[in-house]
Structures are given as structure tokens and as C-alpha cells.
């Protein structure tokens, strides 16, 4: 196996959830949209849903994108962990 295919384990393009956790309130859920498509213009709401949790201070939001490269993802990664507002991206 060479290390490209090593540092791969998808085979793109793929569909791939990407969850990010937040406070609720503040626009949260549109700042990760708006993140996300920043990477992939093609996402639709239909692809995105939410949680909340239990005691309704916290939210989950799952993006589902179709992902055309590992690069592509860790762009989305990055930017999403360097939100503020973001507490967790899965």
C-alpha cells in the first residue's frame, strides 16, 4: 500500500457527515451552514439536521456533504474548529 493510499481511506467523491456541536442561539445554525458551503456550494437544507440537547442549552447540527476530496474536508475542518462558536466538529 503506498501512503497516499495510507492517508485515504475514502474513496472520493463520497457522501460524508460532518457533525459540529454549539450553544444554541447566535445564528449557530446558519454560521455552519455557511461554513460548510463555503467547501461544498452544492449543499441543500434537505442535508442538514439538528438535535438538540437535553436540557436545550446545546445543539447538535449533521451536514452531510458529498465530499470530492480529503483536502476539501480538512478546509471545512479547519474552519469550523476555528469558529467560535463552535465547540466540537466530528
Known amino acids: 500500500m503506498t501512503v497516499k493510499e495510507e492517508e485515504t481511506l475514502f474513496e472520493f467523491p463520497c457522501k460524508f457527515p ?3 456541536m454549539g450553544k444554541v442561539g447566535a445564528g449557530f445554525h ?5 461554513i460548510v458551503q463555503r467547501h ?3 449543499l441543500d437544507e ?3 439536521t439538528s ?7 446545546y445543539v447538535s447540527i449533521t451536514v452531510t456533504i458529498m465530499a470530492t476530496s480529503r ?3 480538512d478546509n ?3 474552519d469550523l474548529t476555528a469558529c467560535p462558536a463552535v465547540i466540537m466538529a466530528l
Not at 446558519?30 to 455557511?34: A, M, S, T
Not at 438535535?51 to 442549552?57: D, F, I, L, Q
Open 51 to 57: 438535535r438538540m440537547s437535553g436540557n436545550k442549552n
Open 46 to 48: 434537505a442535508s442538514v
Open 76 to 78: 471545512i475542518y479547519l
Open 18 to 20: 460532518i457533525k459540529v
Open 40 to 42: 461544498a456550494p452544492e
Open 30 to 34: 446558519q454560521q455552519v451552514i455557511d
Open 71 to 73: 483536502e476539501q474536508l
